[in-house]
């Protein structure tokens, strides 16, 4: 008998041969069929449609993604309903917009007509939303005052500003949608990325704004110069005189000769006029305490040119003769 070679998967050459040509006949007969159906022309289905809005936009902007398809029921040829379900060589349907500012919405029955032109041969059946959102603001161009953002920078300690920051320009012009504009309320945040300041400072800063509204706005000024003037408050101490106001003959202090001391933080300019400066603890016993028998201890004067000003002890406490 002759033998009889079998493939690697232990089926005959003689069935392999026989299973391939089933496999054709199979795969013809299949794509006969989807052929043949797709010749049909009694076919509806639900398509996302490409749409495109237009505007003008050297005088509108979109601050939020347009929408970019429209889902549309639509019946017709086989062939054509693929075509249009894959999006294959879909031209969009142009939207256009005079005034896009008007409303933020467009009705689907206005461009109901319009997109079953553009569609043809396919017949429209009905188009699924009602509706088509979007968000279209006219571009302005605005003047915002610069304001230093107090996150960006620190001073060294007992360090203050002497007066308010210069800028120049004293103003920043930007470019962009109104709704974003009014985030700004009128002011524009300069970064000046410093710590711990101890002297003063004249600084060219790039102007930028956050990642998030990037794309929306325009700076026609791309830095600012930064000028701040600061001083220093230096810190100090006084043994304060005692000065007893309106108290009657049987009132005393408890402690009859209290050793007050005022703390403080000095303008370093005026070091010198406050070292010819006296001071007084005043005492007015008719603004005692007369729950606790107490008195709050007044510093006179007090000058505008100290800061973080205490007194020690604040409060003393009175004894009354019987």
């Keep these: 008998m002759p033998d009889t070679k ?24 299949t794509t006969f069929w989807i052929l043949n159906a797709l010749n049909k022309d009694d076919y509806t289905t639900i398509v996302d449609y490409p749409i495109e809005f237009s505007f003008n936009q050297e005088k509108f902007m979109a601050v939020r993604p347009l929408p970019k398809s429209v889902e549309i029921e639509i019946s017709g040829n086989g062939w054509d309903l693929l075509r249009k379900y894959f999006n294959f060589n879909n031209n969009p349907y142009v939207i256009e917009l005079s ?10 029955a206005d461009i109901k ?14 188009l699924v939303r009602d509706s088509l959102e979007y968000e279209i603001d006219r571009i302005q161009t605005v003047k915002l005052q610069p304001e230093l953002d107090s996150l960006s920078y620190s001073l060294a300690k007992n360090y203050r500003l002497l007066e308010k920051p210069i800028f120049e320009p004293s103003q920043v012009t930007v470019v962009g949608p109104s ?14 990325k410093e710590n711990r300041l101890n002297k003063d400072l004249e600084k060219t800063v790039k102007l930028e704004v956050g990642e998030n509204i990037q794309q929306f706005i325009t700076i026609k000024d791309e830095v600012i110069q930064v000028k701040l003037d600061l001083v220093a408050f230096l810190e100090g101490n006084k043994r304060l005189k005692v000065k007893k106001i309106n108290f009657p003959r049987t009132v005393s202090l408890e402690e009859e000769d ?60 009175l004894k009354y003769e019987p």
């Design 99 to 108: 005034n896009p500012t008007s409303r933020n919405f467009i009705l689907t």
């Design 179 to 192: 709704s974003i504009i009014d985030l700004f309320e009128g002011k524009f945040p300069v970064q000046l």
């Design 113 to 126: 007509r319009g997109i079953s032109e553009f569609i043809s041969p396919t017949q429209l059946v009905s």
């Design 258 to 317: 209290p050793l007050i001391m005022m703390y403080y933080l000095v303008d370093e300019r005026k070091t010198q006029e406050l070292k010819e400066m006296e001071f007084e603890a005043i005492l007015d016993y008719s603004k005692r305490n007369r729950q606790d028998s107490t008195i709050s201890v007044q510093i006179n004067p007090l000058p505008s040119y100290l800061d973080q000003v205490r007194v020690e002890p604040p409060q003393l406490r």
């Design 6 to 29: 079998k493939s690697s998967s232990g089926i005959s050459p003689k069935k392999l041969s026989n299973l391939k040509v089933v496999v054709l006949c199979v795969a013809a007969a």
